[in-house]
Structures are given as C-alpha cells and as structure tokens.
C-alpha cells in the first residue's frame, strides 16, 4: 500500500488538481468569489507539475501556490471591475422598488395596506397624502424593511 507521501512523489499532477477540484467545489457551493483565485494557483501549480517543472518537491509547490494565490487576488482585487466580485444578490428584488408603480389592492386603513408592485403584493405604508383607496396608483419611495415598502399616492 502506498504511503501519502509516495502518491505525492509519483504523481503531484493528480494531488494539486485535486485540490483545485476541491477549492473548486468549496467556491461553488459558497458563491463568494474568493476562492476562484486560490482555484486558479492549484490548477497551474498542477499544470507546472504535469510539465516536470521542478519547484523543489512539496514545499517549493505549496510556495508556488501561496505566491500566486496572493498575486491573482491582489490583481483581480485592484483590476478587475467591483461590480465584477460583488455579491449583490440577483434574486434580489426588492432593491428595484424605488420609484415603481404600483396599485393599491385594498383601502388603506391607518396608513397601512396591501399594494401590489410589479407582481408581487407587499405591505405598505403611506408616506404622505391621503389614504388611497382600492386601484389607486401609488409610487414606492423606499423599503422600510422585511417585505414592507413606503409609497406615495400619485395624481391621476
């Protein structure tokens, strides 16, 4: 049976792809961005080890690794568009209400009711004007939080 350290000195390529595979994974199952660059070092240490570059066994490999996982995320951090590596939630629909229209579905009471906006219903609370009634168009001004928006009654 081999030992760890005989599979790594008969085949690195297989180890350092692994551990991209596994980063990989990690990276896929998190959705943050961070370990696409750590990802990319294991792949090219494997790639370097699969052409026998030789970096000085292991430890000159994992040097390799750190040293261009450092590097990639330096540059894609400084370079690459923020936009790029946010992690705004695209599911996200509630950031879009502001300034969308909608129609009340019933007769506000207290300044409270039930307004449905592009789709969806959400509570609502008047921010000013009087208290609509039922089909009445009404603007969202902001989210006041959870699924409850802030809007305004428009003219016409």
Not at 2 to 14: G, K, S, V
Not at 71 to 94: H, M, Q, V
Not at 100 to 128: C, H, K, P, Y
Request: no cysteine.
């Amino acid at each position: 049976m081999e030992t760890i350290a005989n599979f790594y000195a008969d085949h690195p390529f297989w180890v350092w792809l692994g551990i991209a595979a596994i980063l990989l994974a990690t990276e896929v199952s998190t959705g943050t961005g961070w370990l696409l660059w750590p990802t990319a070092s294991a792949g090219v240490v494997a790639i370097l080890a699969l052409l026998g570059v030789q970096l000085g066994g292991p430890v000159g490999e994992v040097l390799v690794f750190a040293v261009l996982t450092i590097l990639s995320t330096l540059f894609a951090n400084r370079f690459l568009p923020k936009r790029a590596l946010s992690s705004e939630d695209l599911n996200d629909r509630a950031k879009d209400l502001p300034g969308m229209v909608g129609i009340t579905v019933s007769a506000f009471d207290q300044g409270r009711g039930r307004v449905m906006v592009n789709g969806s219903e959400w509570t609502a609370e008047l921010v000013d004007g009087e208290a609509p009634e039922k089909g009445t168009r009404v603007e969202v001004v902001k989210i006041l939080g959870g699924a409850t928006i802030a809007v305004r009654t428009l003219a016409g």
